[in-house]
């Protein structure tokens, strides 16, 4: 990769902070300059996050880099400890501090028998990967620090691992699976990670019948939590009508709770509906039904899946970020680093169905019928909380930008 | 929550000020904490027409400046002149070089500019790369101008260093020229030059415009600068350029800063006139009568009113010397910095009537805890005016004055300072203050 002309890929650092922004009764304090911070909130607001008296810095001068002296680091870990009393006190470093090679988790240690807030280093730094990469971390810490030895048994709660609110419409599929959850268990959501979740609710996450692992990401948390307390784990997203009842059917099997009946059939009746979708594709006389996808592995995966259902074929599966944590990815999914090559590949695609995020869309020929659905976010906002990609309200939004697409081809 | 007392104890007042280091942060622990000079040489970058803005740095710091450009249409949104060479762990342990020469050839395949700001960032200045020196290599391989602009943030306090350096680094293309009696604009940091009661004036009195620098420029005009007869400082990032073009071209240059006290105004544009040669229009000295007309008026209204300063468009110390002189009270001042000598006459003003606090800026988030110990009346600058309304304060709003210069300023900000108060006064009683 040399010159990126779009928005990068964000760091592990920004994976970091948006999920630990996602926490409440927590602080979250950078080392490092200022201007990084201030930076960020923009991008923090679009995704929903709330940084009043949330998010910290100490910024940092010549002679800290120099020197490496620390000593603003340890004031400003008194001083929120002080005034804020929060749980616990996330210590971020920034790019500068992990280049000079701070001892972060070194200043934690000494530091933690002067707070009474539990200290966590995360030492990244910006270099160890991709966003995915800094939401593994941040939920094997969580799982790993902050679960407590000793939980409360909550039988019918679950917990989500893997969840990012860096993706397109994290909070809409966050109140889906809730939904869904609901509707076919009784169950609830117990911790997050991470996204709409608190300290409270991770210290007691030992407790929860089951762990959801919504994507890679998740795994390494749930593999320590199922070390620790023994809880059994599910992996997968729910994408699609088909795709819904087989992620219930697995929690199902897990937990032995069997879905609700009358929500069984709901959802097989508009399994039924969707069947239909093959036929109409193959009445069409000249075009052929094809589409692109464009986003994050487990959404282009997940609504592959259910375009293919639908007898729509995948064209391209390009992920927008690294392969690195996908224990064996799938062959049909393009991993480029290169970002020429990727808007050399849109480039050539006509009258096609584009799902994708809006850079990308950006460089799609206007023939195309395209939707977003992967960050960022450049047109517009992200406002709504009700408009999932997820489950069945998330199915039946594709099935309507499908709709749609049919009607462009003859 | 924050204790204000102790937080107040900590903080230095104006007259023990004697350079910028004894200003000191109201906290630790800050929100939001200043922009970066990366920023700055951004925002300068933008108004420098087709140049390419290649930012040197980290995932983070290119996935910002571009997210703050996908917006500006001089930048051209997300396929625009904004662009990156990311630095992973291989580049910062072995130097960027490599990476840099692919993504220059990519840019200069793709978007042939007239000129390209190579602008590094913090990583870039830590691990050593000699950008000045490749800036150089570049400029001979391509035959076009790579300008070198660093902009680490952990050696100045905020982004105005990005907007300086970025404006001098344009001195590397000026060329000398037959000189003729146009004026260059140099430091109009927001806003547009156009709308100014000055740029009137100026051309009525049939004065052109040369190169206007950062706020919307050509490269081929920035390379013919050295043609003006005077340059106009609106600002003192522009200052180190104007030295240096004064040296190197013999153009001398008025400072004409946002000014808000007439007095000032009017010795600036006698300065200026007196440069060009030229009489006064006589419609100078009207409006210099209007605006004295203007504060007599607001005086007795203004008179004791408490305020804190944020961060506006004007001269920090000019401003609130004026308006001390008018009776006013700064209660808290922020800003980054105070230079006691230069500054004398403003202090000297400042200090005759009351002594304020000083603290940094852009830390507003323990600010809140200071309002129910001063008690002012306004806040001047950025400040949620929901927030400030259940404290008994309003906001003046600042922001319009970027597009001003002249006696403009004095109506515009005395009748900003006079709505506020009026609202001030009421918010008062809502929340039982009076």
């Given at each position: 990769m040399s010159l990126t002309r779009f928005l990068p890929t964000p760091s592990d650092r920004m994976g970091i902070l948006w999920s630990l922004l996602a926490l409440e009764n927590c602080v979250i304090l950078e080392y490092g300059p200022a201007g990084t911070t201030h930076f960020s909130i923009g991008l923090f607001h679009?995704?929903?996050?709330n940084q009043q008296n949330r998010l910290f810095t100490t910024h940092m001068s010549e002679d800290d880099v120099v020197m490496g002296d620390v000593t603003r680091l340890e004031k400003a870990i008194l001083e929120i400890d002080q005034n804020f009393a929060p749980k616990v006190i996330f210590v971020v470093a920034s790019s500068v501090a992990a280049v000079i090679g701070t001892d972060i988790k070194g200043v934690c240690s000494y530091m933690q028998e002067r707070v009474r807030a539990r200290l966590i280093a995360f030492d990244q730094g910006g270099f160890r990967g991709d966003y995915c990469a800094g939401v593994m971390e941040t939920g094997k810490l969580l799982a790993q620090e902050v679960a407590l030895e000793n939980p409360e048994v909550q039988e019918n709660k679950v917990n989500l691992l893997g969840f990012s609110m860096g993706s397109y419409r994290a909070a809409s599929d966050y109140r889906q699976l809730t939904y869904l959850l609901e509707r076919a268990f009784g169950f609830q959501i117990g911790a997050c990670l991470c996204g709409e979740s608190s300290i409270d609710a991770v210290e007691q996450m030992g407790g929860a019948r089951l762990n959801l692992v919504l994507r890679e990401e998740g795994l390494a948390a749930a593999k320590i939590l199922k070390s620790r307390f023994g809880t059994p784990i599910v992996t997968g997203c729910p994408y699609g009508y088909q795709g819904t009842l087989d992620w219930l059917?697995?929690?199902?099997?897990?937990?032995?709770?069997?879905?609700?009946?009358?929500?069984?059939?709901?959802?097989?009746?508009?399994?039924?509906?969707?069947?239909?979708?093959?036929?109409?594709?193959?009445?069409?006389?000249q075009d052929q039904a094809r589409a692109v996808l464009v986003g994050e592995y487990h959404t282009i995966c997940g609504i592959g899946r259910f375009l293919q259902e639908l007898g729509i074929s995948v064209e391209v599966s390009l992920c927008t970020h690294s392969s690195k944590l996908i224990g064996k990815p799938s062959e049909q999914v393009v991993f480029s680093s290169r970002e020429k090559e990727r808007l050399d590949m849109l480039h050539q695609k006509h009258r096609c169905l584009i799902l994708a995020d809006d850079a990308s869309r950006c460089v799609c020929p206007a023939d195309n019928t395209i939707f977003r659905i992967s960050m960022p976010v450049i047109r517009g906002a992200q406002i709504a909380s009700h408009l999932p990609l997820m489950g069945i309200e998330g199915a039946d939004q594709m099935l309507e930008w499908v709709e749609e697409y049919l009607q462009t081809l003859r | 929550m924050i204790?204000?007392?102790?937080?107040?104890?900590?903080?230095?007042?104006?007259?023990?000020?004697?350079s910028s280091r004894d200003i000191q942060q109201l906290t630790y622990a800050m929100f939001p904490g200043t922009h970066c000079p990366l920023m700055g040489a951004a925002m300068a970058v933008r108004g420098i027409q087709k140049a390419v803005?290649?930012?040197?740095?980290?995932?983070?710091?290119?996935?910002?400046?571009?997210?703050?450009?996908?917006?500006?249409?001089?930048?051209?949104?997300?396929?625009?002149?904004?662009?990156?060479?990311?630095?992973d762990t291989r580049d910062v342990t072995f130097g960027c070089k490599e990476k840099l020469d692919a993504a220059v050839a990519e840019l200069m395949e793709e978007y042939q500019p007239p000129a390209v700001f190579l602008v590094t960032t913090c990583v870039v200045e830590i691990i050593g790369d000699d950008m000045d020196a490749v800036a150089q290599m570049y400029t001979k391989q391509y035959g076009i101008p790579f300008l070198s602009v660093h902009t680490e943030h952990f050696k100045c306090e905020n982004h105005l260093p990005g907007i300086e350096r970025t404006m001098s680094a344009c001195f590397e293309m000026m060329r000398p020229q037959e000189k003729n009696n146009t004026v260059n604009i140099l430091g109009q940091r927001t806003g547009r030059f156009e709308t100014t009661e000055l740029y009137r004036i100026l051309t009525e009195s049939g004065i052109k415009i040369g190169m206007q620098l950062p706020c919307g420029c050509s490269v081929e005009e920035i390379i013919q600068a050295p043609s003006a007869g005077v340059n106009l400082v609106l600002d003192e990032t522009a200052l180190p350029l104007a030295r240096k073009m004064k040296e190197a071209f013999g153009t001398p240059y008025i400072r004409f800063e946002r000014f808000i006290d007439p007095q000032r105004i009017w010795e600036a544009y006698q300065m200026l006139f007196d440069a060009l040669q030229r009489e006064l229009p006589p419609q100078l000295e009207e409006n210099y009568k209007k605006a004295q007309k203007c504060v007599e008026q607001v005086k007795e209204k203004l008179f004791g009113i408490g305020y804190i300063y944020g961060n506006t468009p004007f001269h920090c110390l000019e401003l609130n010397a004026f308006l001390c002189k008018i009776g006013m009270i700064p209660q808290l001042i922020q800003t980054a910095q105070i230079e006691p000598e230069q500054e004398k006459d403003y202090l000297q003003e400042i200090l005759s009537k009351t002594n304020p606090y000083v603290t940094k800026s852009a830390n507003i988030a323990p600010l809140q805890s200071l309002y129910d110990v001063l008690h002012p009346h306004l806040y001047l600058g950025h400040e949620y005016p929901a927030r400030l309304r259940k404290k008994g304060m309003a906001v003046v709003r600042c922001d319009a004055a970027s597009s001003m210069l002249g006696f403009e300023v004095t109506e515009f900000m005395l009748s900003q300072l006079a709505n506020a108060t009026e609202e001030a006064h009421q918010y008062q009683k809502e929340v039982g203050l009076r």
């Open positions: 679009e995704l929903g996050e059917e697995k929690i199902a099997d897990r937990t032995g709770c069997p879905i609700e009946p009358a929500f069984r059939s709901e959802l097989v009746e508009k399994i039924q509906g969707a069947a239909q979708y093959p036929m109409y594709v193959r009445m069409l006389k | 204790q204000a007392q102790q937080t107040m104890s900590d903080l230095k007042k104006l007259g023990s000020i004697t803005l290649l930012v040197i740095g980290t995932d983070e710091c290119a996935y910002y400046t571009k997210h703050m450009t996908l917006h500006s249409e001089e930048f051209g949104g997300v396929q625009g002149r904004c662009v990156s060479a990311v630095l």
